[in-house]
T-cell receptor, first 111, second 114 residues
């Protein structure tokens, strides 16, 4: 079963614009992670935010976490055509051993 | 490059057949997880192996089984293949004992069942 639900399912923007993707989840978590997947390839870990953190930055990425609303957002600033990919949030439940993924947001960045 | 390698990259089977997929984990990682990703969906957890023992299992029937070897490499076996087993199978390695749970994925094995 899917724990996280990303929103929107698909997003198309112009190069240079910012892209924001949202993720909602259902149960208590240890941490929340964002992964990227180029078409049909393996997933690449982008950033991890722990349940006691509210915001985290890594390069052009900014992640926020609101545990009271059980939601997270991923912001990609100054997008590039190379950012075109699917983005997945994944949650590690409290006391759990498995990451549970959402269905993903498909981002298209138009040059 | 994560250092996780999977083989084969693509394969085609027919219904009722059996398949074995292989994974070599990243150096130093002692835990391997397998995921199934259907087209247009997120990865679904199949199971995890730690020190050659199954450490957790998702909602998959017993015809999905696995092994982990002393060098931490792993196999996923699927018996009595069904059409719905067509998917990208992803292997991910990690280091148990850390709290982060960050996974390092291979490029996947794409299975088509006809």
């Amino acid at each position: 079963s899917q724990q996280g639900e990303e929103d929107p399912q698909a997003l198309s923007i112009q190069e240079g614009e910012n892209a924001t993707m949202n993720c909602s989840y259902k149960t208590s978590i240890n941490n929340l992670q964002w992964y990227r997947q180029n078409s049909g390839r393996g997933l690449v870990h982008l950033i991890l935010i722990r349940s006691n953190e509210r915001e985290k930055h890594s390069g052009r990425l900014r992640v926020t976490l609101d545990t009271s609303k059980k939601s997270s957002s991923l912001l990609i600033t100054a997008s590039r055509a190379a950012d075109t990919a699917s983005y997945f949030c994944a949650t590690l439940g409290a006391g759990s051993y498995q990451l549970t993924f959402g269905k993903g947001t498909k981002l298209s960045v138009i040059p | 490059e994560t250092g996780v390698t999977q083989s084969p990259t693509h394969l085609i089977k027919t219904r009722g057949q059996q398949v074995t997929l292989r994974c070599s984990s990243q150096s130093g990682h002692n835990t391997v997880s397998w995921y199934q990703q259907a087209l247009g969906q997120g990865p679904q957890f199949i199971f995890q192996y730690y020190r050659e023992e199954e450490n957790g299992r998702g909602n998959f029937p017993p015809r999905f089984s696995g092994l982990q070897f002393p060098n931490y490499s792993s196999e996923l076996n699927v018996n009595a293949l069904e059409l719905d087993d067509s998917a990208l199978y992803l292997c991910a390695s990690s280091l148990k004992g850390t709290t982060a749970g960050e996974l390092f994925f291979g490029e996947g094995s794409r299975l088509t069942v006809l």
